[in-house]
């Protein structure tokens, strides 16, 4: 029987049934949240309220901005009259659910509930209807929410090519259209001049999470005032989980659906995050290492897929990536059983999956508000070559001028 099948019967419940006490299991500040705005949710249809359920579970361990939004999102549906309600949901109102959704355990699994719903939409060919309901929601609650103007415009760095000595060939081939690139950098001290102007942005627009130094090797020595995330430095974070993974791929009877519902119920503390530590980041963390497809064992898939998260979801104002060597491609089974040991590394296939990872740091970073002045540099570590993004550079053109990383900041913040 397919997986959209696989879901146990409990009492049927619809959204208007909703009471205080189910909410129990949820943490302390998405609970409050759902009870101060329960007769909100007893109104939306359950085609769509699961979905925002999902996205509220996780209310304590998201970033401010996020609760931002997810409040502000709330706040605006408990502001429409009635009428207006039915006109905003009418579409969602319209899809038709099985009776296996309507008795599951949507309250307290509602991303199970999202997955066992898209499988639903596509075998019962309703998900069209459903796409355009939750586009024009979605253009309606961006229309309704303001957006706070930001204190300075954002910075993104990459510096690739960690570990080598330099290569000649062209670089950054796809971002060079969109500024300038230089030829002639002094990489003298680079990465301390790049991170130390990352660490003067934190201390002028002090913000939680708002400054990030992403780190694919062994981070150096930084502010605190940077949140920062490590590859090295999660070494044992993920061999435990992969340990974790091949004892539940051993196990009779699993698949893929299943691995992937157990990944889901993981907490920070099962794989051996500090439990003292930041529970925010370290929920974050988390995910990134249970939802990310290769971020466990190479090190620029972890880079690449750590800043796309960054942005999607702390939008912060700076962020820095220095992508480390990743370990050569082997068999799959190999590399599970030698996680952490990346002694035999493929310095050129890295450098060219870090080059490609720059250019989509810079992509993700242009889905931000204030993309238009918003600027982007990125930087072979210990070579000359360079480009740079923003209102401060012309498109298309190159520079053979002799200039310091130090200078090159300065100009794209000026």
């Known amino acids: 029987m397919g997986a959209q099948y696989r879901i146990y019967y409990f009492s049927k419940m619809l ?28 109104q ?28 502000k999102e709330i706040a605006k549906l408990g502001s429409l009259s009635l ?7 009418r579409s969602f109102q319209e899809v038709s659910l099985s009776t296996q959704l ?6 307290n699994q509602p991303s199970q509930f999202v997955e066992q719903l898209s499988a639903y939409l596509w075998s019962t060919r309703q998900v069209d209807a459903f796409r ?9 609650i961006r229309a309704a929410v303001s957006l706070e103007q930001l204190p300075t415009p954002r910075l993104g760095i990459a510096i690739i090519g960690q570990g080598g000595n330099g290569y000649d060939g062209p670089l ?12 002639h950098i002094n990489p003298e001290n680079g990465v301390q001049q790049l991170l130390h102007a990352v660490e003067l942005r934190a201390q002028s627009y002090p913000t939680p999470y708002g400054h990030w130094y992403i780190e694919g090797g062994q981070a150096v020595e930084h502010n605190t005032m940077l949140t920062c995330v490590s590859y090295r430095a999660l070494a044992p974070v993920r061999a435990a989980l992969l340990r974790n993974l091949q004892a539940e791929i051993q196990r009779p009877g699993m698949g893929p659906e299943e691995l992937r519902t157990n990944l889901a119920t993981l907490q920070p503390a099962d794989i051996g995050l500090d439990k ?18 290769g971020t466990q064992i190479f090190s620029t898939t972890f880079v690449q897929w750590t800043v796309r998260e960054v942005l999607r979801r702390a939008q912060p104002l700076t962020l820095l990536a220095r992508f480390g060597p990743r370990q050569r491609q082997r068999p799959m089974n190999e590399l ?13 296939g890295s450098l060219i999956d870090a080059e490609m990872g720059a250019y989509y740091n810079w992509l993700n970073q242009q889905r931000l508000q204030g993309l238009v002045q918003s600027s982007f540099i990125a930087w072979l570590e210990s070579g000359s070559q360079a480009v740079a993004i923003g209102p401060s550079f012309a498109r298309g053109t190159s520079s053979n001028s002799r200039i310091n990383l130090e200078e090159l900041i300065s100009w794209a913040t000026r």
């Open 15 to 42: 959204p208007r049934d909703l009471k205080p006490e189910q909410f129990n299991s949820y943490p302390p500040e998405a609970r409050k949240l759902i009870i101060s705005n329960l007769k909100t949710l007893q």
């Open 44 to 71: 939306l249809p359950l085609s769509f309220l699961p979905g925002l359920l999902h996205e509220i579970i996780d209310y304590d361990y998201k970033f401010p901005i996020e609760r931002q939004e997810i409040s």
């Open 83 to 89: 009428v207006q309600m039915n006109e905003w949901f």
């Open 102 to 107: 309507e008795h599951s355990n949507w309250i």
């Open 132 to 140: 355009k309901a939750a586009k024009e929601y979605g253009e309606r």
């Open 172 to 183: 950054f081939r796809m971002l060079r259209e969109h500024g300038t690139y230089f030829s």
């Open 276 to 293: 003292s530590g930041d529970a925010v980041l370290n929920h974050f963390q988390l995910k990134i290492l249970t939802e990310g497809s």
């Open 336 to 348: 599970l059983s030698n996680a952490g040991n990346d002694s035999e590394v493929d310095l050129i």
